[in-house]
């Protein structure tokens, strides 16, 4: 029995770093991986895993060096079970978002960011119904249409370097989409 797993690739398809999603897809088949589908173009993978392919940290570490070494580039994934994925939509649900803004999944490993991350938000300012909310498995971000990238806290988290191992942001219409792809 294969389990699924999404896989979030990190800074792909901006600041230079292009890969086609035909050539990953490639290149998750040649590294053994079954039912290889890719959602959308920003780096998003949903893959099965079979027994003995490893799981957890240590697939994270294979995955990353192969797309490193492939890509030519350093490569940065956060990865998510099928479970982690249902959990994630689920805590969705209770998330209210308002008419006119967006809600985005930040995925992160560490508690301790999640925290920082946390501390960080509250200590800007934000614009009129931004919001941060800690969740299982990262946290959800809702900022108004139109200042994604205006935010303080969008303008000093998401592209800031040190966070570049750590983090990556997902639009829940995003992860909507493979919340689908993994119940297939």
């Not at 893959?47 to 490193?68: D, F, M, R, Y």
């Not at 939509?89 to 490993?109: K, M």
Request: one cysteine or more; aromatic letters at 10%; proline letters at 2%.
């Amino acid at each position: 029995m294969a389990d699924k797993y999404c896989v979030f690739l990190r800074g792909i398809n901006v600041n230079g770093i292009k890969i086609k999603m035909d050539a990953l897809k490639a290149v998750f088949h040649e590294m053994g991986f079954l039912d290889v589908r890719t959602i959308l173009a920003t780096g998003n993978v949903v893959i099965s895993v079979t027994e003995g392919s490893g799981h957890g940290q240590e697939l994270k570490s294979s995955i990353e060096k192969e797309l490193s070494e492939h890509f030519n580039y350093e490569a940065h994934i956060i990865l998510r079970s099928n479970k982690e994925i249902m959990e994630i939509h689920t805590a969705a649900q209770s998330v209210t978002v308002p008419e006119g803004c967006h809600n985005y999944f930040l995925f992160c490993d560490d508690k301790e960011l999640l925290s920082e991350l946390s501390n960080l938000f509250d200590s800007m300012p934000h614009v009129r119904q931004e919001q941060f909310l800690p969740s299982m498995h990262g946290a959800f971000w809702v900022v108004p249409k139109g200042f994604t990238l205006e935010s303080k806290f969008s303008s000093n988290v998401l592209g800031n370097k040190k966070y570049k191992s750590r983090l990556t942001s997902r639009n829940m219409n995003t992860v909507e989409e493979i919340y689908k792809c993994i119940l297939e």
